[in-house]
């Protein structure tokens, strides 16, 4: 199985309910293969709060309840997280988090295990995919043992590697009564002083537990280094070092403070291995013991078996098929036909100040549309566009972002843009999916996770119901028309809002019946259709050719073409 689908059936066979969740990468295919267990009311939420806060209630109520999301994801969910810490839980409460060291599909590099410290809540950390089905199955027993939710921290290669995975049945999991009790869930100053005083009591019955319970395990073998690690690191670990001293934590928090201090003196030099943050090591060290940690092991970027043998053991001698060097370079860049391409190449012409959000388009940062200005974080494109204007009036300043990333958390920011009527303009780049994580459904496609027909959300009917003076549902495809619009709201100084609608190139159906070409004899060299970078244009000696394997027929290139050089035609 890969992680994440050994992470559903963990939760499938734990007898998880509801589950709910954002997607992000790398944590997108829990809920997906989640959803093909039609015992389970698997769904989409606009972001992580609402998915995080969902599943809480699911949980108080008395059904077990997940909630998916990556790293960043949790930042958004944390506040929930911080009260229903106090609270507890009713019936078994996970949520599973993604990190993503060394940024493959993320704009940052956190570490979820300071949200559990920070919570004082438990956190689960599996090496492979069998210890995430197991991980995760426990874990809502846990949840209920304990009255707590729990975390469980997975990574890019734990999310996204392969591993054998024993199956087990599913547990049949009795709905638990709901009775009201305010003085638990109702977290008003004089009730939550009291419920303060439960989460410092059930930690210290954790910190007892951890202490016994197999997730953190000690594998005595060579005493003359010991390494304490634990998720993906441990695999790695075993793979280029087997003879060494291992303790292996299944639980990031609580520590086993006893059991750490007992590994410690039985070998002779000790090394602390985890990845990213020092957390760890900070906790050991306050136990007054030595430990390597930082000043041998990275914490920026992913932890490799070949850091680990250079910073552990750099007389050995091992060669690693390094791919790198036999590679052609190859940037990321737009899908050819992408509906964004158009639009940054318009921005750009126009030398607009382009604030940027979580999304495929944030490629436009690159050349050659070299367009995007700044990105944040998920709907941060408009409060960033509000605040340049603020300090720079005269300037043309856009904010970008898809139909998905502007129902998570761009509706709160165009609010403020039209209760302070700030004059900028909104562009929601509509391709009908949230497509950077792979094309998962969201309100405004009209459909559920579990495929049932839903209510579509209009989004140029939102942005006119909460003010917005100037709105519009413009084609990606008509270069012409999205100028036109443009120049117009650049001269209202008012807010405007405009969708630009387009089908992402991956989820739509090839137009196998047309082709375009170009006309050579009309073609001058111009080459203003390859300065939007698709990768179907190329240059022919002094004229523009078309790869016909890479084109998906959106026309962009002819729409841009001021010599009418390039046709479409019927195959």
């Known amino acids: 199985m890969l992680g994440n689908e050994a992470f559903a059936r963990g939760a499938y066979e734990g007898g998880v309910e509801v589950a709910a969740g954002y997607p992000g990468t790398p944590s997108t295919e829990i809920l997906e293969f989640l959803s093909t267990y039609r015992e389970v009311h698997s769904r989409w939420c606009p972001n992580e ?65 300071n949200y ?25 027993d846990l949840s209920e043992q304990f009255d707590t939710p729990i975390l469980v921290r997975s990574t890019t290669r734990v999310s ?43 930690l210290k019955t954790l910190e007892a537990w951890v202490e016994e319970t197999p997730l953190n395990r000690v594998e005595l073998r060579d005493r003359r280094i010991g390494v304490i690690t634990g998720g993906v690191l441990y695999e790695y670990l075993r793979e280029i070092a087997p003879e060494v001293s291992v303790l292996k934590l299944g639980v990031s928090f609580p520590l086993p403070k006893e059991k750490i201090l007992a590994f410690a003196s039985q070998v002779e ?58 590679l052609i370079p190859r940037p990321p860049i737009l899908c050819a036909g992408c509906p964004h391409r158009g639009v940054f190449k318009v921005l750009r012409d126009m030398k607009a100040v382009v604030c940027g959000d979580i999304g495929c388009y944030t490629l436009s940062t690159l050349p050659p549309l070299s367009a995007m200005d700044t990105c944040l974080c998920m709907g941060a494109s408009i409060s960033v566009a509000e605040g340049i204007k603020l ?138 259709c390859v300065s939007a970078g698709c990768p179907a244009l190329s240059k022919n000696d002094k004229v523009v050719a078309i790869v016909p394997e890479r084109c998906n027929a959106c026309g962009l290139c002819a729409a841009l073409c001021p010599f009418e050089a390039i046709e479409e035609e019927r195959v």
């Open 116 to 140: 559990a410290f920070f919570a004082k809540v438990p956190c689960l950390e599996p090496a492979n995919p069998a210890e995430a089905k197991e991980f995760v199955r426990l874990a809502f």
């Open 269 to 326: 030099e000790l090394f602390v291995l985890e990845e990213l943050d020092p957390i760890w090591e900070r906790e050991i060290r306050t136990l007054g013991i030595r430990v390597k940690g930082r000043e041998v092991f990275p914490g920026i970027g992913e932890i490799t078996p070949d850091v680990l043998l250079e910073r552990l053991f750099p007389e050995r001698k091992r060669e690693f098929l390094d791919l790198s060097k036999s």
């Open 391 to 528: 300090a720079h009036p005269e300037l043309f300043v856009v904010a970008t972002l898809g139909d998905s990333t502007f129902i998570h958390a761009g509706i709160p920011p165009l609010i403020d843009v039209v209760y302070n009527k700030t004059p900028i303009v909104v562009l929601v780049l509509d391709n009908g999916t949230t497509a950077m994580t792979g094309g998962q459904d969201h309100p405004g496609t009209g459909r559920t996770l579990m495929g049932e027909e839903t209510h579509r959300l209009d989004l140029a009917q939102l942005a006119r119901t909460v003010g917005v003076p100037l709105v519009a549902v413009l084609d990606a495809y008509n270069p012409k028309t999205i100028r036109g619009a443009l120049e117009q709201a650049k001269n209202l100084a008012q807010p405007a809002f405009f969708v630009i609608q387009g089908p992402c190139q991956l989820k739509k159906p090839k137009r196998v019946s047309v082709r375009f070409r170009v006309r050579e004899e009309r073609c001058r060299g111009c080459f203003i």
């Open 160 to 202: 996204h590697s392969r591993g054998l995975v024993p199956l087990g049945t599913r547990m049949s999991v009795p709905t638990k009564a709901y009775t009201k009790c305010p003085q638990k869930f109702v977290m008003i100053p004089a009730f939550a002083r009291e419920r303060r005083k439960v989460l410092e009591e059930r």
């Open 49 to 113: 709060k609402v998915a995080f806060e969902v599943a809480a209630g699911a949980a108080i109520g008395g059904k077990r309840a997940l909630a998916t999301m990556k790293h960043v994801g949790l930042n958004v969910a944390s506040d929930a997280l911080m009260t229903l810490n106090y609270t507890g839980v009713n019936a078994g409460f996970v949520a599973i988090v993604a990190d993503d060291p060394g940024m493959h599909s993320s704009q940052n590099e956190q570490d979820t295990r």
